[in-house]
């Protein structure tokens, strides 16, 4: 299994950005999907996860904010994220997973290096 995230940088406060996920050598769209991210000197956080048929599931620092998609044709996970603050600066992990809808990382065996996000002016 590999997964590639892509898409970070660094953004000013308020700003959106798009995180993307490849995913390979798996049965993609049986796998639940989601992001994580961990902050330096912070545990590793779920911030949205997606089943197969679309349903979400997010944390509260997300909610209203990020919005978590797949592409089941392209094996492709997304993140697009608004309103941006420097709270949001992390790195972001893209994790599958078959046994459900978590934002748990014990439930997730498969990862991704990780996208460094960094949002400063």
């Known amino acids: 299994v590999q997964l590639v995230e892509s898409g970070g940088g660094l953004v000013q406060p308020g700003g959106s950005l798009r995180l993307s996920c490849a995913a390979s050598g798996l049965t993609y769209s049986r796998y639940f999907m989601a992001w994580f991210r961990q902050a330096p000197g912070k545990e590793r956080e779920g911030v949205a996860s997606?089943?197969?048929?679309?349903?979400?599931r997010y944390s509260y620092a997300a909610k209203g904010r990020f919005t978590i998609s797949r592409d089941n044709a392209k094996n492709t996970l997304y993140l697009q994220m608004n309103s941006l603050s420097p709270e949001d600066t992390a790195m972001y992990y893209c994790?599958?997973?078959?046994?459900?809808?978590?934002?748990?990382?014990?439930?997730?065996?498969?990862w991704g290096q990780g996208a460094q996000v960094t949002v400063s002016s």
């Open positions: 994790a599958a997973s078959g046994y459900g809808l978590s934002l748990s990382a014990s439930l997730f065996p498969y």
């Open positions: 997606i089943d197969s048929d679309g349903s979400t």
